[in-house]
């Protein structure tokens, strides 16, 4: 298994508060993705990053801001938790192949964090 | 935007073989098709990819249609332990990654 880890696994908090969850790598792959999954919808893309300080939004990225200082680590950040975020977040990298866009390479996806806001 | 449609869920029994067709009509020339197995508490597992005709792997197959359409991932012969949810999903880069609602597989005794 791709070395993965997300902290913490997880979380109850209460709506206003912020939260950043963090994922982990150890492969040194430079694609680096955080989806939520929720009932009914699957999984959806909220920011990826493409190198360090190199970020982007994806399909749900309101209310969500991400950093990534070094390599190995993504941060998930939600300023003000809402009761509309909880959720499971699992986190992905993809390695970066020459001629290839990155969406065409395998992801290997962490354990997963589950957030409850109350 | 290439988003795709799928099954919610289907059941089969132990030894048969599953097909589980993705519809993706917006699908552009330089997507590939990349299916994705997930067990419950688990994040999604890579199965197979492909651009066009049929691609094989030691768990499954994956056929698509010249058009590029739709595409179907074949399960030869599943077991208890296929059961899963399986997502289709075709990009149109890194921040146009469509996973989709999947298909929940349950496979019968």
């Known amino acids: 298994d791709a070395g993965i880890t997300q902290s913490p696994r997880h979380k109850v908090t209460e709506t206003g508060t912020p939260v950043t969850l963090r994922c982990h790598q150890t492969?040194?792959?430079?694609?680096m993705y955080w989806y939520r999954q929720d009932p009914g919808h699957g999984l959806r893309l909220i920011h990826y990053s493409y190198g360090v300080k190199d970020t982007d939004k994806g399909e749900v990225s309101d209310g969500y801001s991400v950093s990534r200082s070094k390599t190995e680590d993504f941060l998930l950040t939600l300023e003000s938790a809402t009761s509309s975020q909880t959720s499971v977040y699992f986190c992905?990298?993809?390695?970066?192949?020459?001629?290839?866009?990155?969406?065409?390479?395998?992801?290997?996806f962490g354990p997963g964090t589950r957030l409850t806001v109350l | 935007l290439a988003k795709t449609t799928q099954p919610i869920s289907m059941d089969s029994y132990e030894g048969q073989e599953v097909n589980i067709t993705c519809s993706h009509n917006n699908i552009a020339t330089n997507d590939y098709i990349t299916w994705y197995q997930q067990f419950p508490s688990q994040g999604p597992r890579f199965i197979i990819q492909?651009?066009?005709t049929k691609v094989t792997n030691e768990v499954a197959s994956l056929f698509i249609p010249a058009d590029r359409k739709s595409s179907t991932l074949s399960l030869p012969r599943v077991s208890l332990s296929d059961t899963a949810v399986y997502y289709c999903?075709?990009?149109?880069?890194?921040?146009?990654?469509?996973f989709g609602t999947g298909t929940r597989l349950t496979v019968i005794p």
């Open positions: 999903l075709v990009s149109t880069g890194a921040n146009n990654l469509f």
């Open positions: 492969e040194n792959h430079r694609y």
């Open positions: 992905a990298i993809s390695e970066s192949t020459s001629g290839r866009r990155s969406s065409y390479n395998e992801q290997f």
């Open positions: 492909g651009y066009k």
